[in-house]
Nanobody, 114 residues
Framework: QVQLVESGGGLVQPGGSLRLSCAAS??????YGWYRQGAGKQRELVAT???????NYVDSAKGRFTISRDNAKNTVYLQMNNLKPEDTAVYYC??????????WGKGTLVTVSS
């Protein structure tokens, strides 16, 4: 049974930083990602990383966010710097099993406000 445990969300002032973590267990994963959903908005991709280390970012995250993973720990991280109020959202961890199935975390709230 696949389980995802997210951590690291919270309240931060504009310009601040947060680091999200997502520990996955129960399978072997080929790719990891972070998505977010702001109030009244659709869920959008923030960043993805393959097991081999290839990354992809939404334009608004480029230069501010960094996704990384620890394959041995099946853990993916999202380092978020220079946070802006528009980054406020629930952030969801996503992992893709080698069988092609996507699994989702429950989400962690990030609030950027002064």
């Amino acid at each position: 049974q696949v389980q995802l445990v997210e951590s690291g969300g919270g309240l931060v002032q504009p310009g601040g930083s947060l680091r999200l973590s997502c520990a996955a267990s129960g399978s072997i994963f080929s790719a990891y990602g972070w998505y977010r959903q702001g109030a009244g908005k659709q869920r959008e991709l923030v960043a993805t990383i393959t097991r081999g280390g290839s990354t992809n970012y939404v334009d608004s995250a480029k230069g501010r966010f960094t996704i990384s993973r620890d394959n041995a720990k099946n853990t993916v991280y999202l380092q978020m710097n220079n946070l802006k109020p528009e980054d406020t959202a629930v952030y969801y961890c996503n992992v893709r099993g080698v069988n092609g199935i996507d699994y989702w975390g429950k989400g962690t709230l990030v609030t950027v406000s002064s």
